[in-house]
């Protein structure tokens, strides 16, 4: 059975720092493109950020555009999602998405595999 684990989220004062990871069991994703996703209370999950097969592609949505950064360690089959200078409006459950195939994707409809989400909150 394939799954998505996600951790590192939590409750964090505005300005500060998290670390979310994304570890896949099940089977590996090596050779897929990995993605992050956000969905606030009472919106539509949106796109964070995605990163292609070997991580030479990366992608970001303009509001975390430079303070966001994510990563991935093909050989720990886990992706990363570096979040700095974090915003209120940053406040979402994070879902760890992956596709079968190799490009990234923008979109939730272009990933088939997604984790149960880990919330995290930023205070003002």
């Known amino acids: 059975q394939v799954q998505l684990e996600e951790s590192g989220g939590g409750l964090v004062q505005a300005g500060g720092s998290l670390r979310l990871s994304c570890t896949a069991s099940g089977r590996t994703f090596n050779n897929n493109a990995m993605a992050w996703f956000r969905q606030a209370p009472g919106k539509e999950r949106e796109f964070v950020a995605a990163i292609n097969w070997s991580g030479g592609s990366t992608y970001y949505a303009d509001s975390v555009k430079g303070r966001f950064t994510i990563s991935r360690d093909n050989a720990k089959n886990t992706e990363y999602l570096q979040m700095n200078s974090l915003k209120p409006e940053d406040t979402a459950v994070y879902y760890c998405?992956?596709?079968?195939?190799?490009?990234?994707?923008?979109?939730?409809?272009?990933?088939?595999?997604w984790g149960q989400g880990t919330q995290v909150t930023v205070s003002s």
């Open positions: 998405a992956a596709r079968d195939r190799a490009v990234a994707a923008t979109t939730a409809g272009g990933y088939g595999y």
